[in-house]
């Protein structure tokens, strides 16, 4: 059981198979130091230790009678996004704390078929809103690598847990960033595939034309092994893509001789730290010694996506929001004195001030009257930013970049900012406004913290990203990197 803790899940996967542990042993040790760590780090809401001791060992019966799965046994941690039957599902929300699901994710229930563990669920910015995690109704989640910083968001509670060696993997959702954000701030791989990859069905809508989820993960040999649990096609996502699902562990050794990487010159430019811009030049050069051919590109309406985004996301969570009303969905307040004082103040009791925000912004943007001027202009701007990425691929394979301009941030530091706030996003979402897919990876530290790079392939490429990411980590070492105080 030596350091069973710091193994990738393609580790764990063998060893299981292999006998050497059982899931029973696997699950016990995270849970274990679950109950370590996270008063101190604040990433789960809710751990399911029951069921996951009974997962495990059903899993074990499984892996006996040879017919394991190479997710068989292997705890995750799954955001507490996706809806998880009988199991509390919130948000993170106060307007959903007393909610249990009484239906499974198409995500969450892909992962139970292929025997994998649900250590927990993990914390994470309310109703997905926002980069720090300090958005939670339960409280801000604290980043390993430096406890006095944030996590990034709104993933902080999985990346948080996956870094600190509290679960080997876990799952994410990325609307503007959610993914890849954190996981650069943690020094984690996470994906966010081509919209429509990996099915929505059974989790909660932020902005259902921007939302995707994807894996967090130490490799981009075990964030394959993730996809092919979560993609496919869902007859109850009616936005999921019926197309084939190739094996993504198949090409991940592929030589990238010759690969055409795009580097964007908007991502370069003065909004960007020059530690994180340094770090970003040692891992194109690596590239480049890797074989790849790198050349600079231009996506022009760069500066548009995030003002354009604070449209489109407000417009669509204000309409998915409109739910939670004490009625069909959420928290009741006490003692109503008719129907308007019950919608009032249900929804102002339930939602935390970032939601309020959003809500207003998009209520406001959709009026009439100001629709034309706001949500179709943004509409009209989110085409032109699609084609600044369809017009780079025309002549590269791959475009790289930083993920987000700088490491984490101190905890409090941009919380009554929210524009700073928003910039955190400045690089990853125009990629949710194009729905392409994107991968962060750890490229290296600044000041000790962790610093990542954007891979953005084109649709439906994500086998060709894993594989650009594996060759630069079986290159280096940056991915394997354990906080101190976690090893
Ligand atoms: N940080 C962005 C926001 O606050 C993106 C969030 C996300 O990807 N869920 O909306």
Same mark, same amino acid.
């Given at each position: 059981?030596?350091?069973?803790?710091?193994?990738?899940?393609?580790?764990?996967?063998?060893?299981?198979?292999?006998?050497?542990?059982?899931?029973?042993?696997?699950?016990?040790?995270?849970?274990?130091?679950?109950?370590?760590?996270?008063?101190?780090?604040?990433?789960?809401?809710?751990?399911?230790?029951?069921?996951?001791?009974? $997962? %495990?060992?059903?899993?074990?019966?499984? *892996? =006996?009678?040879?017919? #394991?799965?190479?997710?068989?046994?292997?705890? /995750? &941690?799954?955001?507490?996004?996706?809806?998880?039957?009988?199991?509390?599902?919130?948000?993170?929300?106060?307007?959903?704390?007393?909610?249990?699901?009484?239906?499974?994710?198409?995500?969450?229930?892909?992962?139970?078929?292929?025997?994998?563990?649900?250590?927990?669920?993990?914390?994470?910015?309310?109703?997905?809103?926002?980069?720090?995690?300090?958005?939670?109704?339960?409280?801000?989640?604290?980043?390993?690598?430096?406890?006095?910083?944030?996590?990034?968001?709104?993933?902080?509670?999985?990346?948080?847990?996956?870094?600190?060696?509290?679960?080997?993997?876990?799952?994410?959702?990325?609307?503007?960033?959610?993914?890849?954000?954190? $996981? %650069?701030?943690?020094?984690?791989?996470? *994906? =966010?595939?081509?919209? #429509?990859?990996?099915?929505?069905?059974?989790? /909660? &809508?932020?902005?259902?034309?921007?939302?995707?989820?994807?894996?967090?993960?130490?490799?981009?040999?075990?964030?394959?092994?993730?996809?092919?649990?979560?993609?496919?096609?869902?007859?109850?996502?009616?936005?999921?893509?019926?197309?084939?699902?190739?094996?993504?562990?198949?090409?991940?050794?592929?030589?990238?001789?010759?690969?055409?990487?795009?580097?964007?010159?908007?991502?370069?430019?003065?909004?960007?730290?020059?530690?994180?811009?340094?770090?970003?030049?040692?891992?194109?050069?690596?590239?480049?010694?890797?074989?790849?051919?790198?050349?600079?590109?231009?996506?022009?309406?760069?500066?548009?996506?995030?003002?354009?985004?604070?449209?489109?996301?407000?417009?669509?969570?204000?309409?998915?929001?409109?739910?939670?009303?004490?009625?069909?969905?959420?928290?009741?307040?006490?003692?109503?004195?008719?129907?308007?004082?019950?919608?009032?103040?249900?929804?102002?009791?339930?939602?935390?001030?970032?939601?309020?925000?959003?809500?207003?912004?998009?209520?406001?943007?959709?009026?009439?009257?100001?629709?034309?001027?706001?949500?179709?202009?943004?509409?009209?701007?989110?085409?032109?930013?699609?084609?600044?990425?369809?017009?780079?691929?025309?002549?590269?394979?791959?475009?790289?970049?930083?993920?987000?301009?700088?490491?984490?941030?101190?905890?409090?530091?941009?919380?009554?900012?929210?524009?700073?706030?928003?910039?955190?996003?400045?690089?990853?979402?125009?990629?949710?406004?194009?729905?392409?897919?994107?991968?962060?990876?750890?490229?290296?530290?600044?000041?000790?913290?962790?610093?990542?790079?954007?891979?953005?392939?084109?649709?439906?490429?994500?086998?060709?990203?894993?594989?650009?990411?594996?060759?630069?980590?079986?290159?280096?070492?940056?991915?394997?990197?354990?906080?101190?105080?976690?090893?």
């Amino acid at each position: 059981m030596t350091a069973m803790h710091t193994k990738t899940i393609a580790q764990l996967s063998a060893a299981l198979h292999r006998g050497e542990v059982s899931s029973v042993e696997l699950t016990t040790l995270f849970l274990e130091r679950i109950k370590a760590h996270n008063p101190t780090l604040n990433c789960f809401i809710t751990m399911t230790e029951a069921q996951a001791l009974a $997962a %495990a060992a059903a899993a074990d019966r499984r *892996l =006996k009678a040879g017919d #394991g799965a190479p997710l068989t046994g292997v705890p /995750i &941690a799954h955001k507490d996004i996706f809806c998880t039957a009988g199991v509390k599902t919130t948000c993170a929300s106060k307007m959903l704390d007393n909610f249990i699901a009484p239906y499974e994710s198409t995500c969450t229930a892909k992962f139970i078929e292929a025997g994998a563990v649900m250590l927990g669920k993990t914390n994470m910015d309310e109703f997905a809103m926002g980069s720090s995690n300090e958005t939670s109704y339960y409280g801000a989640v604290k980043n390993p690598w430096d406890l006095e910083r944030v996590p990034g968001g709104s993933s902080g509670g999985s990346v948080s847990a996956v870094a600190a060696r509290l679960a080997p993997a876990a799952t994410g959702t990325d609307t503007g960033g959610s993914i890849r954000q954190p $996981a %650069a701030l943690c020094g984690l791989t996470g *994906l =966010k595939p081509t919209y #429509g990859r990996v099915s929505r069905f059974g989790m /909660i &809508a932020f902005a259902s034309s921007l939302d995707q989820a994807g894996p967090i993960t130490y490799s981009a040999e075990d964030a394959a092994l993730l996809m092919n649990v979560m993609a496919g096609f869902d007859e109850r996502d009616s936005t999921s893509v019926d197309c084939e699902v190739p094996d993504y562990s198949a090409n991940l050794d592929n030589s990238i001789e010759g690969l055409k990487i795009g580097l964007p010159k908007e991502y370069f430019d003065g909004g960007l730290d020059d530690r994180v811009a340094r770090v970003i030049d040692a891992a194109v050069k690596e590239y480049e010694a890797l074989g790849a051919v790198v050349k600079e590109i231009s996506l022009s309406n760069t500066a548009l996506a995030v003002p354009t985004y604070y449209v489109v996301a407000p417009a669509e969570c204000s309409t998915n929001l409109s739910r939670f009303d004490g009625v069909r969905f959420g928290h009741r307040c006490d003692d109503p004195q008719d129907l308007f004082d019950l919608y009032t103040r249900s929804r102002g009791e339930g939602f935390g001030a970032e939601v309020k925000r959003r809500i207003m912004i998009g209520t406001y943007v959709l009026s009439a009257g100001y629709y034309d001027a706001y949500y179709l202009k943004a509409q009209k701007i989110r085409r032109l930013i699609s084609d600044d990425f369809r017009t780079a691929f025309e002549t590269v394979d791959v475009i790289m970049g930083p993920t987000a301009p700088t490491t984490a941030f101190k905890l409090g530091e941009k919380a009554d900012d929210p524009v700073t706030m928003y910039l955190s996003d400045i690089y990853t979402i125009a990629v949710n406004m194009a729905g392409l897919p994107a991968a962060s990876i750890p490229a290296g530290f600044a000041d000790g913290l962790p610093v990542g790079l954007q891979l953005i392939g084109n649709y439906f490429d994500e086998s060709r990203l894993l594989n650009v990411a594996h060759k630069y980590q079986q290159a280096t070492d940056w991915h394997l990197q354990v906080p101190t105080a976690f090893k």
